[in-house]
């Protein structure tokens, strides 16, 4: 039986004065599930995750979170409730520490969530790098040090839902590799992930479903394997 979705999207449409660039669309995210939304640039799939954490309200349709209705609340309460939202573009303050981030991830944590330190030590074994770096300033990191940071931010705060937008976006190769074994990782220890990655060939062996967006509707749904087999798929996103 398939479990209960962790998250839930119900013809949701989102506008941005009168240009909507979400247009009624519908998916689901299972309890452990890694999902990937693919769609090449303006798709629509930022729009999305910022709907999805409350950033921006949807103008119909229904975001439920684990049991809840979702669409209306505030980002810090859907924080507290159990999700993350590691942003394009990473946003980090250039004159904070690594450490300072990663307090401030944790500052909405889920009231459930293990002990400060124990995070701490769990985003450290993920990213030993960032324990060598944790008092350098944001401003100061490379690029793949940047997205470590944020992605740690985000795991500071203890979530069930892990959203990442476009987190390989101009890292090398190497660091890319390394991000991807840490998502890997992630899920395979049941964490619940949304992701959204330029790379799709990457992202489809990552995820377990996808879901290819154009122009702010879903136009195919299928597990990541059926999509990386499907003659559309490659000759659109994968350059066969
Ligand atoms: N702040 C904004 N104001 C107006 N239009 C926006 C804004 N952000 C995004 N858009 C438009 O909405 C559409 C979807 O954008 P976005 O969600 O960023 O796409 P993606 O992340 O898939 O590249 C695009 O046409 C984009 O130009
Ligand atoms: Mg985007």
């Not at 990937?36 to 119909?60: E, V």
């Not at 470590?148 to 476009?166: H, K, Q, T, Y």
Request: hydrophobic share 45%; proline share 5%; charged share 20%.
């Amino acid at each position: 039986m398939p479990s209960a979705p962790m998250l839930s999207l119900k013809d949701v449409t989102v506008r941005y004065g009168l240009r909507e660039a979400l247009s009624g669309i519908s998916f689901e995210v299972g309890e452990g599930e890694l999902v990937t939304l693919i769609g090449t640039n303006g798709a629509g799939k930022t729009t999305c995750l910022k709907a999805i954490s409350g950033l921006l309200k949807p103008s119909a349709g229904r975001i439920e979170f684990r049991g809840a209705r979702a669409d209306g609340l505030a980002p810090h309460a859907l924080v507290g409730l159990g999700m993350a939202h590691v942003p394009e573009g990473r946003l980090l303050f250039p004159d904070m520490t690594v450490l300072d981030h990663l307090e401030l991830g944790a500052m909405r944590a889920a009231a459930d969530a293990k002990p400060y330190d124990e995070r701490l030590e769990w985003c450290f074994s993920l990213f030993p790098r960032l324990k060598e770096r944790r008092g350098q300033k944001g401003g100061t990191l490379s690029g793949g040090e940047q997205q470590m940071v944020a992605i740690a931010r985000g795991l500071m705060s203890s979530p069930r839902l892990l959203m990442l937008d476009e987190p390989s976006l101009g890292l090398a190769p190497v660091v890319v590799d390394l991000l991807a074994d840490v998502i890997a990782q992630l899920h395979k220890g049941g964490l619940t992930v949304l992701l959204v990655e330029q790379r799709v060939d990457l992202a489809l062996k990552l995820a377990d479903h996808g879901c290819v967006l154009e122009t702010g509707r879903i136009i195919l749904r299928d597990r990541a394997a059926a999509l990386l087999e499907n003659p559309m798929v490659k000759q659109a996103y994968l350059g066969a």
